[in-house]
């Protein structure tokens, strides 16, 4: 045991005169040489028209619905592909008339036309009226799916 205890104390005393040591270096002289760097700015982004952006997704929108079991055509005119708009349900009605004897009978399987264009905003007034709009109201909503020249005829955002 006392020859652990005086090898512990020799390490201390090593240790302690190890740290206590002073390195003198002398200092590194760094020489840096002036480079011109050259930030090429990145191109400005291209100005995107947000209407025909509009125009491009309305045109990607189906033309065609199958009438599934359930479905009513005031339930298929609300769908965000179709309308997102329940009250134009009487536009489908109009372009199936051969197909659709009477609007509250439709059928599965039953494949009707979605008019896209056509139609102007004189005769979506008309069917909202004709669903049932209150008449304050005759106009779309801000959120139905209509020709991008008739939202920019109401004022509507892209």
Same mark, same amino acid.
């Given at each position: 045991?006392? @020859?652990?205890?005086?090898?512990?104390? /020799?390490?201390?005393?090593?240790?302690?005169?190890?740290?206590?040591?002073?390195?003198?270096?002398?200092?590194?002289?760094?020489?840096?040489?002036?480079?011109?760097?050259?930030?090429?700015? +990145? /191109?400005? /982004?291209?100005?995107?028209?947000?209407?025909?952006? %509009?125009?491009?997704?309305?045109? =990607?929108? $189906?033309?065609?619905?199958?009438?599934? @079991? #359930?479905?009513?055509?005031?339930?298929?005119?609300?769908?965000?592909? !179709?309308?997102? &708009? +329940?009250?134009?349900?009487?536009?489908? *009605? @109009?372009?199936?008339? &051969?197909?659709?004897?009477? +609007?509250?009978?439709? *059928?599965? #399987?039953?494949?009707? &036309?979605?008019?896209? %264009? #056509?139609?102007?905003?004189?005769?979506?007034? =008309?069917?909202? @009226?004709?669903?049932?709009? $209150?008449?304050? =109201?005759?106009?779309? #909503?801000?959120?139905? !799916?209509? +020709?991008?020249?008739?939202?920019?005829?109401?004022?509507?955002?892209?």
């Amino acid at each position: 045991m006392k @020859k652990l205890f005086l090898l512990a104390i /020799a390490l201390c005393v090593v240790f302690a005169w190890g740290c206590s040591k002073k390195v003198q270096t002398e200092p590194e002289v760094v020489v840096v040489e002036e480079t011109e760097v050259v930030v090429e700015q +990145p /191109a400005p /982004a291209p100005v995107v028209d947000p209407m025909a952006v %509009y125009k491009a997704e309305y045109d =990607a929108l $189906p033309v065609t619905h199958t009438v599934t @079991k #359930g479905e009513c055509l005031w339930w298929i005119s609300e769908y965000k592909h !179709v309308y997102n &708009d +329940p009250f134009m349900w009487p536009l489908i *009605y @109009k372009a199936n008339r &051969d197909k659709i004897k009477n +609007p509250d009978l439709i *059928y599965p #399987g039953q494949q009707f &036309d979605v008019p896209r %264009y #056509g139609f102007d905003l004189e005769e979506v007034k =008309a069917s909202r @009226k004709q669903a049932g709009a $209150p008449w304050q =109201a005759l106009e779309p #909503g801000q959120d139905a !799916v209509i +020709p991008a020249e008739m939202r920019a005829a109401l004022g509507y955002s892209f």
